[in-house]
């Protein structure tokens, strides 16, 4: 490249073109290794199969330069930050539709913040190892982004740490409790893979696949209820998710387009992270239609919209093109759309004296929304066993499940999945390797569990590990206290430290009973 | 590249005042374009691809912006960008 010759006129130089800038930044930069080759510089691109041609063939259609990528964070972190003075300064909290809603953001930060932090630390590794300079620039970027996203979620949801339950420890938490192991074992699992498959379980599946039913729900809930902070950073963080869904697609492209040899192994491994991802999801499923107060949308609608409408309607015919199907199992999720969220939150009410957020059943408006909205299902399966739990609570009692549920080797939710095409059968498969037997909730985790048995079984599994003696001790209280829930964090919602000072709050002042 | 194709692509923007200027050029430009509005957003959506320029979204702010600005209005997005360069951004399917 020639360098422009300076002009004498007194006005600056116009920039060059963006896709000069691009150029020049991701391959002008670059080097040949004198010292060493570029097996040794690159040792991790190799082992897993893929072929790749030519580096120069990734192309970041967003062509962001360094200069261009923190002008705009930074206006991105101006706009977040006047929005959290603004609610803090104005006693926020107390405008949320309901103390109840903040379940779901006790959710997100003990269960995605850490997630952002993971994502943080592998896209920097990625930034060092893949070979072409445009996808290491990117997901450097990328690494920068989600380490911005971890800050800005903490600094916006301690703000509700100063008033609330169950915001305290959820660093802590997520590497214990049980259902948290649910999104940390996906990352793990998504972490020790290769570079190349992690591109595609997170930058691919996680990011672009799913991201609009994964993240999307949480910033409209939030929008919804009245939670400006969230929605802020939710829409902050999404603005460069579209970047990051951008690195996914151009990621599956760059790889099958290389060389056709790497197509069957990318097919395996859409397969294996649509359903893992898929699975993770089911708990943002149970956010969605239960957590709530004010519902924006079903987890049935959204999966319709942005997943079968959006993904397989418009993704999937494109990717056709380079011979990739549909993931597999694919059907069993549309199949159970009408369930996954009423079945998740029936575990999540029966366990959450052991959670660090606090459950309810819905009231007779909520359920008639549900009701509307799973014309299919609600009023046959699920309203029945809800108007049991009402029945019970209204003479005095609660039902908590008594005892340890049995975990999916895979996915690592609580066994309580049922047959698709059969709401009365618990699904559950069997699978023996070494001479021991493993299970699996579904057809899609079998496989997943089958396709790499040495890996799972290696899985952490909060239940066998606490009978294993390594979670503090045999008893409830023993366990709740290794995981770091205190008292009133958890359980249920109505009579809870939170529902008890939200109605102070929000009493006219004079102290009659709230 | 995307004519003749007929499956959906979408945007999702802020609901801000400035990106109310940005939507509106944006319906100039694709007359095909339908709006579904959610909880802070705005789901721009039409069949086969979307196109954003910049002189329409100048007209309509009444000043200068950069391409690269779209990153601070944009959320989510449904399909693929097959341009983005200083005029204009193209969001369509390319097969």
């Known amino acids: 490249m020639s360098v422009p010759t300076k002009k004498a006129a007194s006005k600056p130089a116009r920039k060059l073109p963006l896709k000069e800038r691009y150029a020049l930044l991701t391959r002008d930069l670059d080097w040949e290794p004198g010292y060493v080759d570029r097996e040794q510089l690159f040792p991790h691109t190799r082992y897993e199969g893929i072929k790749i041609h030519d580096w120069d063939g990734w192309q970041d259609p967003f062509r962001l330069t360094v200069d261009a990528y923190y002008k705009y964070q930074v206006e991105k972190d101006k706009r977040l930050y006047a929005v959290l003075d603004g609610f803090a300064q104005s006693q926020g909290h107390l405008s949320l539709s309901d103390a109840s809603y903040l379940n779901a953001i006790k959710l997100f930060i003990q269960g995605v913040t850490p997630l952002e932090y993971a994502a943080h630390r592998h896209f920097a590794y990625l930034a060092r190892h893949l070979e072409g300079p445009a996808p290491r620039f990117a997901a450097l970027c990328q690494s920068v982004d989600e380490l911005r996203h971890c800050q800005t979620q903490i600094h916006t949801i301690s703000n509700y740490n100063k008033y609330y339950g169950g915001f305290h420890s959820w660093s802590k938490m997520h590497d214990r409790v049980w259902y948290l192991s649910v999104p940390k074992s996906l990352f793990d699992d998504a972490m020790t893979a290769g570079p190349f498959e992690f591109l595609i379980s997170i930058s691919f599946s996680f990011e672009y696949l799913l991201t609009n039913l994964l993240f999307v729900p949480f910033m409209s809930g939030a929008s919804f209820n009245g939670d400006m902070p969230t929605m802020s950073f939710g829409f902050s963080a999404q603005s460069d998710e579209s970047r990051h869904m951008t690195l996914g697609l151009e990621a599956i492209k760059f790889l099958l387009e290389q060389d056709e040899g790497n197509v069957p192994i990318i097919q395996d491994w859409i397969d294996k992270w649509f359903w893992r991802a898929y699975r993770m999801s089911a708990l943002v499923a149970g956010m969605m239609d239960y957590m709530l107060p004010k519902p924006v949308m079903s987890w049935r609608e959204a999966f319709e919209l942005y997943f079968e409408e959006q993904m397989l309607g418009g993704l999937f015919p494109d990717l056709e093109y380079y011979g990739i199907q549909p993931p597999r199992h694919v059907n069993d999720a549309i199949a159970e759309k009408d369930h996954l969220s009423h079945q998740v939150y029936k575990i999540l009410h029966n366990f959450s004296f052991a959670a660090a957020f606090t459950t309810k059943t819905p009231d007779e408006a909520h359920m008639a929304w549900l009701a509307e909205q799973y014309p299919d299902s609600f009023d046959q399966v699920y309203r029945p066993v809800w108007e049991k739990h009402r029945k019970i609570e209204a003479d005095g009692g609660r039902v908590f499940f008594q005892g340890l549920p049995q975990l999916c080797q895979v996915c690592q939710v609580p066994m309580a999945f049922t047959e698709p095409g059969n709401s009365a059968q618990i699904s559950f498969r069997r699978s023996t390797f070494r001479d021991e037997t493993f299970h699996t909730c579904s057809d899609g985790c079998q496989w997943i569990f089958e396709r790499e048995p040495e890996k799972y079984v290696q899985a952490w599994l909060p239940v066998h590990q606490i009978y294993r003696g390594n979670c503090g001790g045999p008893t409830v209280p023993d366990v709740l206290a290794w995981y770091g829930i205190q008292e009133g964090d958890n359980g249920e919602y109505t009579g809870s430290p939170d529902q008890l000072a939200w109605a102070a709050w929000h009493s006219d002042g004079d102290d009659k009973a709230v | ?95």
């Open chain 2, 1 to 95: 590249m995307s004519t003749g194709t007929l499956r959906q692509v979408a945007i999702d923007l802020q609901e801000s005042e400035e990106n109310r200027a940005l939507i509106e050029a944006i319906k100039d430009d694709n007359p095909e374009l339908t709006l579904r509005h959610l909880p802070g957003l705005v789901k721009v959506q039409a069949a086969g691809r979307i196109v954003i320029n910049r002189e329409s979204v100048e007209n309509r702010l009444g000043r200068e912006w950069e391409t690269g600005e779209f990153q601070l209005a944009i959320v989510s997005y449904t399909g693929n960008f097959s341009e983005w360069d200083d005029d204009r951004i193209i969001v369509s399917w390319e097969h």
